[in-house]
């Protein structure tokens, strides 16, 4: 693609992000596109087809984006539990005044419905888990834990319902809860990193 196509496809994608954030699924139609990124109506279709599509680029934009600051946040931490609540406090202040956590939201009602989409919202929450399941594997090595009575999918499937949660309350303006919720988190972290406890006395 030359360069003045790609960055009409990137306009497009800003453009249907953009919307999705401010307007909602519903408030997206091609002509809003185009007129919200400049160009003429003809090239949504050119470059995506369908506005199906363009949504489908937009979730795949948007997840690999998260996927990278995720691994930034991890590398950059000294555990996965330090790095885990970062990544959290991280989703629910930054992500969601930037207006991920809408396009979430719009994008999960969606694949409740359309087959593609949901196809598409599943790769990207795999890619998010097997990150995690990595993690947390390392984790309960590291502490000499039992991952067949701790398994890694059902830590990570906990995490990501209590991340979940936490975004669909903050959309609406709810935190009551929350600080204290990730209190208990932290202490019950902190005592399983608690210095000196050996696997003897696990």
């Keep these: 693609m030359s360069e003045a196509g790609d960055a009409t496809r990137k306009a497009l994608l800003d453009a249907a992000e953009e919307l999705l954030i401010s307007k909602g699924?519903?408030?997206?139609?091609?002509?809003?596109v185009a007129d919200r990124a400049g160009v003429n109506?003809?090239?949504?279709?050119?470059?995506?087809?369908?506005?199906?599509?363009?949504?489908?680029?937009?979730?795949?934009r948007v997840s690999v984006q998260v996927k990278e600051r995720s691994e930034k946040i991890y590398a950059q931490e000294s555990?996965?539990?330090a790095g885990w609540f970062?990544?959290?406090?991280?989703?629910i202040t930054a992500d969601v005044k930037r207006g991920w956590g809408k396009?979430?939201?719009?994008?999960?009602?969606?694949?409740?419905n359309r087959p593609k989409i949901g196809k598409q919202y599943v790769k990207a929450s795999?890619?998010?888990r097997k990150l995690h399941e990595q993690h947390v594997s390392e984790m309960l090595e590291s502490l000499g834990m039992d991952a067949a009575e701790y398994p890694a999918q059902?830590?990570?499937t906990l995490l990501?319902?209590?991340?979940?949660?936490?975004?669909?309350?903050?959309?609406?303006?709810?935190?009551?809860?929350?600080?204290?919720?990730?209190?208990?988190?932290?202490?019950i972290w902190d005592g399983l990193e608690k210095p000196g406890r050996s696997k003897s006395a696990r």
Excluded: C, P
């Design 41 to 60: 109506q003809a090239l949504v279709h050119y470059h995506f087809g369908t506005i199906e599509q363009l949504l489908l680029a937009v979730l795949e």
């Design 126 to 128: 795999t890619m998010s």
């Design 86 to 91: 970062k990544e959290m406090e991280t989703m």
């Design 160 to 187: 990501d319902a209590i991340t979940s949660k936490l975004i669909l309350d903050r959309l609406v303006g709810i935190k009551a809860g929350h600080e204290e919720l990730l209190d208990i988190l932290h202490r």
């Design 154 to 156: 059902g830590i990570v």
């Design 103 to 112: 396009i979430w939201l719009e994008n999960l009602t969606l694949a409740a």
């Design 25 to 32: 699924v519903s408030g997206i139609t091609t002509r809003k």
């Design 79 to 81: 555990s996965f539990i």
